[in-house]
């Protein structure tokens, strides 16, 4: 199997404070993961490629500085939203790529609405 | 750079009734091709993946895609609509020679509906 788990599924907070997401792969060891976001009804927008032991990639137009990634394991990747403001309310979904497959196996998904 | 047009955002089809979704990529390389379904308020799971082996390619739940070069195109068909098939479904399309990197860009969605 390729399962991939998130923490939490959905979480409100306060505007101005910072909120961790992780994103674990249960049964394989990924050395890349991926962080997209969704915006109801619409699709999936990649914000940044996470690789174990090195720094993120982001894409153009997303703050890298707001949207912390750290992959420090085979196994896990953190997405951290720093303060926090209404409009980062989204649906943010992770994957990892299971390592020799072309293949991204996606979790289920954190709803984050920020007050 | 790549890209994905689905057309059609809404589909409604009668249970039993033939499925089509359609995907029209652009890629200035050969690519790789894939269908998700994406049930409300979860993640997304893969249906079927082409990736320049057959061009006709079986995936879960009974739907099938065939890649056609000339067109462009790689639509999603089910021979007969199941309730159980309502949901979002996303086509994407990825870099093969970008590989341990490779970032999938995705198309709108169809929103697929089953009418009883």
């Known amino acids: 199997g390729a399962v991939v788990s998130q923490h939490p599924s959905w979480v409100i907070c306060k505007s101005g404070t910072s909120v961790k997401i992780e994103c674990r792969s249960l049964d394989f060891q990924a050395t890349t993961m991926f962080w997209y976001r969704q915006f109801p009804k619409q699709s999936l927008m990649l914000m940044a490629t996470s690789n174990e032991g090195s720094k993120a990639t982001y894409e153009q137009g997303v703050e890298k500085d707001k949207f912390l990634i750290n992959h420090a394991s085979l196994t896990l990747s953190t997405l951290t939203v720093t303060s926090a403001h209404p409009e980062d309310s989204s649906f943010y979904i992770c994957s990892a790529r299971k390592n020799v497959v072309y293949e991204q196996y996606f979790g289920p998904g954190t709803r984050l609405t920020v007050t | 750079a790549q890209s994905v047009t689905q057309l059609g955002s809404h589909v409604s089809v009668s249970e039993g009734a033939l499925v089509l979704l359609r995907c029209n990529y652009s890629?200035?390389?050969?690519?790789?091709l894939f269908w998700y379904v994406q049930y409300p308020n979860q993640g997304l799971q893969l249906l079927l993946k082409y990736t320049s082996a057959a061009t006709l390619v079986k995936g879960i739940n009974g739907f099938e895609a065939e890649f056609k070069k000339s067109e462009t195109s790689f639509h999603l068909t089910k021979p007969s609509a199941h309730m159980s098939d309502a949901a979002e479904y996303f086509c994407?399309?990825?870099?093969?020679?970008?590989?341990?990197?490779?970032?999938?860009?995705f198309g709108t969605g169809t929103r697929l509906t089953i009418i009883p």
């Open positions: 890629s200035s390389v050969p690519p790789y």
């Open positions: 994407a399309v990825s870099d093969p020679s970008n590989f341990g990197n490779e970032k999938l860009t």
